[in-house]
């Protein structure tokens, strides 16, 4: 799926604009932990979570993932968008909660990898 | 790639705003070296969790770096409180990070395993009370 199409999925709004739209994206992680994320995930492209903070975009980007969705109504702050952008990673907000996010993107076919 | 490419940063003490930073340089050196993805996102790794250790537990530290045709070599010390059992925090789930670790999403006594696990060789030298000097090398 393009962030674009898991964006109207998920009612999400986008924060970025200087990332990879053309990205397919197949797989995904959710935690709240980044501890378990680095344990973990593997090569999984995108990351919901009910974290915000910095480290949650260092995070991925030591995975290479190309997407992190915040999920339960949390907003990530300037200081993490300006991050995101450097790293050329997107930042979506969902106000739907975490399991509920996870399911809605399983249901388009999004899997994921590493368990 | 015949010389070899020295790199040196500082660790601030519990800013985590950029904890990670000296691993996220390092992880872009590599990609402009062309090294090869999967040998980048293991030593990004490792480094990350030495980082993050070095932050949420050794007070900040140093970190140096070289690169060479065949490897990467990255050292992590610190001057902090020091491990006092190594066998048990190599062990996972073994963390003694507080709740505020916790909070910023950390402190699952992860780190050290994951490090085993992605690094080609790990050397952990500590002393209680002295500090931790951590040795990741990665083979290309
Ligand atoms: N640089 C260090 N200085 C002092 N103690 C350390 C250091 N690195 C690790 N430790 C000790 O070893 C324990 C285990 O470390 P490990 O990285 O495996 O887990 P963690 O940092 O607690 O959690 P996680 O890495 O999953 O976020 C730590 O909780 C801490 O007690
Ligand atoms: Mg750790």
């Known amino acids: 799926m393009k962030i674009s ?17 053309n990205a397919d994206i197949k797989s995904a992680c959710s935690a709240d932990l980044m501890s378990d994320v680095m344990a973990f995930s593997k090569e999984n492209a995108l990351l919901l979570t009910g974290l915000v903070n910095p480290q949650v975009i260092r995070t991925a980007e030591m995975m290479d993932m190309k997407a992190i969705i915040f999920v339960r ?15 050329r990673i997107a930042l979506l907000a969902t106000d739907f909660p975490l399991f509920e996010a996870s399911g809605r993107l ?5 899997r994921g990898h590493g368990y | ?41 293991r ?20 970190a140096h770096v070289e690169i ?16 006092e059992d190594l066998d048990l925090a190599m062990q996972e ?18 780190g050290l395993p994951n490090m085993k696990k992605h690094a080609d060789e790990l050397d952990i030298r500590t002393e209680k009370g002295k500090g931790t000097v951590v040795t990741i090398t990665v083979y290309f």
């Open chain 2, 93 to 110: 789930g073994y963390s003694t990070a507080p709740d505020s670790i916790r909070e910023m999403g950390f402190g699952a006594g992860m």
């Open chain 2, 68 to 83: 060479s045709g065949d490897k990467i070599t990255i050292v992590i010390s610190d001057e902090g409180p020091g491990i």
């Open chain 1, 106 to 110: 399983y249901q388009q076919g999004i």
């Open chain 2, 1 to 41: 790639m015949g010389q070899v490419i020295i790199r040196d940063f500082e660790i601030p003490a519990n800013d985590f705003t950029v904890a990670g930073e000296a691993s996220s340089t390092v992880r872009k050196l590599l990609v402009q070296l062309g090294v090869a993805p999967d040998k980048i996102k």
């Open chain 1, 5 to 21: 199409e898991i964006a109207a999925v998920l009612n999400a709004e986008v924060y970025t604009v200087n990332h990879d739209e």
């Open chain 1, 73 to 87: 109504g949390k907003k990530p702050q300037q200081a993490m968008i300006e991050l995101a952008e450097e790293k």
């Open chain 2, 43 to 62: 030593t990004a790794i490792a480094m990350y969790e030495a980082e993050i250790n070095a932050v949420i537990h050794g007070h900040g530290g140093k």
